[in-house]
């Protein structure tokens, strides 16, 4: 294999622009030697309360892609600080802790509990579309990004993503709004909102009625949103949405992100993005639309 160049964003560096996607590969505890090779993991969305997630069942199949309706199962920012986070020291990769929340003040609680942890980053999701205590997803609106992600810029200097959702938003306000914040990156995109019923009852498939659509069902839309604010707006992207294969990073990579995550593909081979990154060489590649 053929070595991927080194990325450089702020103070951090990705030995190759690879990131496992939070929520398609636990807290990065297990197939460590996979975690290990990859740019960096991005841990299961932590809140600052336990939760015990939505009602299965929380999976769905559909052409090219999965609903999911998992609804942040978590077992909270303490107890993964005590329990969990002790035994990723030993990673050799890039640890991004994925946090998420209701409002603002759980942001800046989270943010303050993390800015003395040993991690390597924290990404913001203000992007989660199936959490039922809210109607309306804090990423929808430019002005509460610019909230949350200033609230949380001021509790840490740590190496902050703000991920980024596509529903029913212009992604390119809420990306100007995390910029403007004092994100060091965006990435793009969180699920879509979907939905499946029981063809002859009409009952939902889901126990949390509505999920959030990933898979290569959502990639050309995905490269969409990082072209879209790849070519209007100066932030880094790290570019998500049905990555299965080394053809499908460099289409993100030409349109524009300086990494991606690998998320569902990861459930169905947890050796993905390691197969993946064995196709990758970036000896002769020069990103941007031709
Ligand atoms: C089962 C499952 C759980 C997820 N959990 C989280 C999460 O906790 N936090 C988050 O920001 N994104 C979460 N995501 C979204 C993924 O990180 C990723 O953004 C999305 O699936 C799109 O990428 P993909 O098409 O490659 O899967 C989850 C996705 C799946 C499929």
New binding site residues.
């Given amino acids: 294999m053929k070595k991927t160049q080194n990325i450089k964003i702020k103070n951090l560096i990705f030995k190759n622009p690879l990131i496992l ?4 590969f636990s807290f990065g505890d297990k197939f460590i030697s996979v975690v290990n090779q990859m740019g960096g993991i991005i841990t ?2 932590i809140t600052l309360q336990p939760r015990p997630g939505n009602p299965m069942p929380r ?1 769905w199949e559909t052409a090219s892609g ?1 609903l ?1 309706s ?1 609804g ?1 199962e978590n077992p909270g920012i303490d107890a993964f600080l005590k329990n969990i986070l002790p035994g990723l020291a030993q990673l050799k990769t890039n640890l991004i802790v ?1 946090i ?1 929340g209701n409002q603002v003040k759980d942001f800046t609680a989270l943010a303050e509990k993390l800015s003395d942890a040993d991690i390597d980053g924290i ?1 913001i ?1 203000v ?2 579309p199936n959490i039922r205590e809210t109607d309306k997803m804090l990423g929808q609106d430019p002005k509460t990004v610019f909230q949350v992600v200033s609230a949380v810029r001021r509790k840490t200097d740590k190496f902050l993503i703000t ?1 980024l959702t596509a529903n029913f938003i212009d992604p390119l306000l809420t990306a100007q709004a995390a910029k403007d914040a004092g994100s060091d990156a965006v990435c793009l ?3 879509l909102y979907g939905i499946a019923l029981d063809s002859n009852t009409g009952k939902p498939m889901l126990g949390g009625i509505f999920g ?1 659509l ?2 290569p069902a ?1 990639k050309p839309f995905a490269l969409f949103c990082v072209w879209r604010v790849a070519s209007r707006l100066k932030i880094p992207i790290v570019g ?4 299965c294969s080394a053809d499908d990073v460099r289409e993100f990579l030409h349109a524009g992100s300086s990494l991606v ?5 990861n ?1 169905r081979n947890p050796y993905a993005g390691l197969e993946i990154l064995h196709k990758l060489s970036d000896k002769n590649f020069k990103g941007g639309v031709k």
């Fill in positions: 996607a939070s929520g398609t299961k969305g999976i999965l999911n998992v942040l994925n998420s990404e999701n992007s989660c991920k995109v969180n699920t959030g990933s898979g959502i998500c949405g049905g990555i995550q690998i998320g569902s593909a459930l």
